[in-house]
């Protein structure tokens, strides 16, 4: 099993950024794809990026593409999300999400392991 604290969450104006963080206990972290999820209100949680156990492939949703990066540091057992370049439809509670096994998902119920959340606002 894992355990999963995210961070790095806050309140920036548009075009600001933030950097997120995912730790992680366990010990076998390094076994585990990691994705991060965001739900804004009202609307259904949505897949934001992905990133293998070893880091060397990742995926991100389209609209976040080429913006926000996503890598692992497994020594650490943390996930980061580096957000620059925000924009008001950014604003979302931001989770982060585990499995085990070496292939990059995108929906949620690929994910067993969740952590609790970390509110994103971005003012316009």
């Known amino acids: 099993q894992v355990q999963l604290v995210e961070s790095g969450g806050g309140l920036v104006q548009t075009g600001g950024s933030l950097s997120l963080s995912c730790a992680a206990s366990?010990?076998?972290?390094?076994?585990?794809?990691v994705a991060w999820f965001r739900q804004a209100p009202g609307r259904e949680r949505e897949f934001v990026s992905a990133?293998?156990?070893?880091?060397?492939?990742?995926y991100s949703t389209d609209s976040v593409k080429g913006r926000f990066t996503i890598s692992r540091d497994n020594a650490s057992k943390t996930v980061y999300l580096q957000m620059p370049s925000l924009k008001p439809e950014d604003t979302a509670v931001y989770y982060c999400a585990a499995d085990i096994g070496p292939y990059l998902r995108v929906g949620i119920s690929d994910y067993h392991y969740w952590g609790q959340g970390t509110q994103v606002t971005v003012s316009s």
């Open positions: 366990g010990s076998t972290f390094s076994s585990y794809t």
């Open positions: 990133i293998s156990w070893s880091g060397s492939k990742t």
